[in-house]
């Protein structure tokens, strides 16, 4: 019997090594995957990197322009936030004139980068025109702190009350627009606040279906990040804007598709076609602010 075993263990002891080994590196993989999930999950843009300078003067007659303002804030765990409030000009006589509107739009960006990155499309909401809140998550431009999933909520809260508590923004004034990432925090916020409207755009259902989609190898049920956006959007009672594109390379189309199936009316989908996931305002062009302009002026109380 001994000498069985032995033949046995010469025969197939090499083979049990190798299976070892890369049982080894799989659990190994998958505890580094674990331990570092955030950072595999967000790619914050610290400043100073950034596109920090922006125009405010004016070159000619009728250019609309934000009159951009650095908001600083805390939220309720005691991160230091920063933001820009920026309201509309419209340029007459090399001065910048105040425009009357009535919607401030808080809105929530995507994964990479910081708000500076963002400042063409603040100059092109302008002109719907609407004043933009937009504030830089923990981790992400001058705002201190670790991003984390928690972190989103915490922040979108406290942008709220800061509009609210500092701004003195009326609720049924402010429209929430989350854009990717942005969708997650976006989301949660309505679900326990009352805003005029919700604009989603780019955005996905949960954690979980985007790594279906981006690393499809990796069992599902070790996240512990989760973004659940399918299940708090059927709870959003306000009006609702969902906007994506077939051609998205980063959030497939079809779970913007599911979120607004699952969402309660009013509710609304607007496709922007052929407009990879970072181009929607630039394919779509000015069809595409005419959508946000319609939602938001069907929203003005």
Same mark, same amino acid.
């Not at 007659?61 to 804030?73: K, Q, T, Y």
């Not at 809260?157 to 854009?179: F, N």
């Not at 955005?203 to 659940?228: C, E």
């Given at each position: 019997?001994?000498?069985?075993?032995?033949?046995?263990?010469?025969?197939?002891?090499?083979?049990?090594?190798?299976?070892?080994?890369?049982? %080894?590196? #799989?659990?190994?993989?998958?505890?580094?995957?674990?331990?570092?999930?955030?950072?595999?999950?967000?790619?914050?843009?610290?400043?100073?990197?950034?596109? +920090?300078?922006?125009? !405010?003067? @004016?070159?000619?007659?009728?250019?609309?322009?934000?009159?951009?303002?650095?908001?600083?804030? %805390?939220?309720?765990?005691?991160?230091?936030?920063?933001?820009?409030? @920026?309201?509309?000009?419209?340029?007459? *006589?090399?001065?910048?004139?105040?425009?009357?509107?009535?919607?401030? &739009?808080? +809105?929530?960006?995507?994964?990479?980068?910081?708000?500076?990155?963002?400042?063409?499309?603040?100059?092109?909401?302008?002109?719907?025109?609407?004043?933009?809140?937009?504030? *830089?998550?923990?981790?992400?431009?001058?705002?201190?702190?670790?991003?984390? !999933?928690?972190?989103?909520?915490?922040?979108?809260?406290?942008? +709220?009350?800061?509009?609210? %508590? #500092?701004?003195?923004?009326?609720?049924?004034?402010?429209?929430?627009?989350?854009? %990717?990432?942005?969708?997650?925090?976006?989301?949660?916020?309505?679900?326990? #606040?009352?805003?005029?409207?919700?604009?989603?755009?780019?955005?996905?259902?949960?954690?979980? *279906?985007?790594?279906?989609?981006?690393?499809?190898?990796?069992?599902?049920?070790?996240?512990?990040?989760?973004?659940?956006?399918?299940?708090?959007?059927?709870?959003?009672? @306000?009006?609702?804007?969902?906007?994506?594109?077939?051609?998205? !390379?980063?959030?497939?189309?079809?779970?913007?598709?599911?979120?607004?199936?699952?969402?309660? !009316?009013?509710?609304?989908?607007?496709? &922007?076609?052929?407009?990879?996931?970072?181009?929607?305002?630039?394919?779509?062009?000015?069809?595409?602010?005419?959508?946000?302009?319609?939602?938001?002026?069907?929203?003005?109380?």
């Amino acid at each position: 019997m001994k000498d069985l075993v032995l033949h046995f263990w010469r025969s197939h002891g090499a083979l049990y090594r190798i299976v070892r080994i890369i049982l %080894s590196v #799989v659990v190994f993989g998958l505890v580094l995957l674990m331990t570092f999930e955030d950072k595999l999950i967000y790619f914050p843009t610290r400043y100073p990197d950034g596109y +920090w300078t922006v125009r !405010e003067n @004016c070159e000619h007659d009728g250019e609309i322009l934000p009159a951009v303002e650095d908001s600083r804030f %805390s939220t309720s765990d005691g991160v230091a936030l920063h933001g820009w409030y @920026c309201s509309p000009l419209r340029c007459q *006589d090399g001065k910048g004139l105040a425009i009357d509107t009535k919607i401030v &739009v808080l +809105w929530f960006h995507g994964n990479a980068g910081n708000i500076s990155y963002r400042y063409d499309m603040i100059r092109a909401m302008m002109d719907i025109p609407v004043q933009v809140f937009i504030i *830089d998550y923990r981790g992400y431009g001058k705002s201190e702190g670790t991003p984390s !999933e928690k972190g989103l909520y915490l922040d979108a809260q406290a942008a +709220w009350d800061y509009l609210i %508590s #500092v701004r003195k923004i009326e609720p049924q004034r402010i429209v929430i627009l989350g854009k %990717s990432l942005g969708g997650v925090p976006a989301i949660d916020l309505a679900t326990r #606040v009352k805003p005029a409207g919700l604009i989603v755009q780019s955005s996905f259902t949960s954690a979980s *279906d985007m790594a279906k989609r981006i690393m499809p190898f990796l069992p599902r049920f070790l996240l512990h990040t989760r973004m659940d956006s399918i299940n708090k959007i059927v709870s959003v009672q @306000c009006p609702k804007l969902f906007i994506h594109s077939r051609a998205d !390379e980063i959030v497939p189309y079809e779970l913007g598709q599911k979120l607004f199936e699952a969402a309660c !009316e009013p509710k609304e989908f607007y496709e &922007v076609k052929g407009s990879p996931h970072n181009s929607t305002y630039l394919i779509g062009g000015k069809p595409y602010l005419a959508a946000l302009r319609r939602f938001i002026e069907s929203v003005k109380q």
